[in-house]
């Protein structure tokens, strides 16, 4: 969809470059594949999950993000963008979703001692308890998605 197309939707255009769609408690927002971004993408995250009560899973959520985010940056193709979704969830966590236009899915590295990279799902993986995965999307790529919270209820920093 091109941004002229957005907008006549209703959906605004920031002067960050990001365009914005509050979906009752749902940020959702799209950004040019470029790294710069990760850091405005965490803030808004932290501003969210504060706004919902969830400020205790903000250090963990924001790196999460960052690790998602920074992948899509760095597998997807460079003229498409990169969707971040934030959502609670009805158990007392946030899910994130970082969605792009590759087809290729992400794999769990086995964590080796000598490799330089490869951590990144790895540590998504121990930060939710392995509640991430990915899933098919509306139109090309597909959506990483991963929760953090506690699952049994007990909302971190409480
Ligand atoms: N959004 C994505 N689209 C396509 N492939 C991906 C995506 N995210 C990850 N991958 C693939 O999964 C692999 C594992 O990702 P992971 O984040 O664990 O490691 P990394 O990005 O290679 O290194 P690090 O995160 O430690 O810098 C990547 O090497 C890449 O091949
Ligand atoms: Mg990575």
């Known amino acids: 969809m091109t941004d002229e197309a957005t907008s006549a939707q209703g959906v605004s255009e920031g002067h960050t470059g990001s365009q914005e769609d509050v979906e009752g408690t749902r940020l959702v927002k799209r950004w040019t594949r470029n790294p710069r971004w990760v850091a405005e993408a965490r803030s808004d995250l932290r501003r969210e999950l504060g706004g919902w009560g969830l400020g205790g899973l903000a250090e963990t959520a924001e790196l999460v993000l960052s690790e998602l985010f920074t992948n899509a940056v760095r597998y ?32 769990l590295q086995e964590p080796s001692a000598d490799a ?23 139109g090309v790529g597909k959506r990483v998605w991963a929760v953090v919270g506690c699952a049994d209820g007990e909302v971190a920093g409480r």
Do not use: F
């Open 116 to 138: 330089e990279s490869g951590y990144g799902l790895a540590l998504v993986d121990s930060l939710t308890g392995s509640r991430w995965g990915v899933s098919e999307r509306d």
């Open 76 to 107: 997807a193709p460079r003229d498409r963008k990169i969707e971040t979704r934030y959502e609670p969830t009805s158990d007392g966590g946030v899910r994130i979703e970082v969605h792009d236009a590759s087809e290729v899915w992400p794999v």
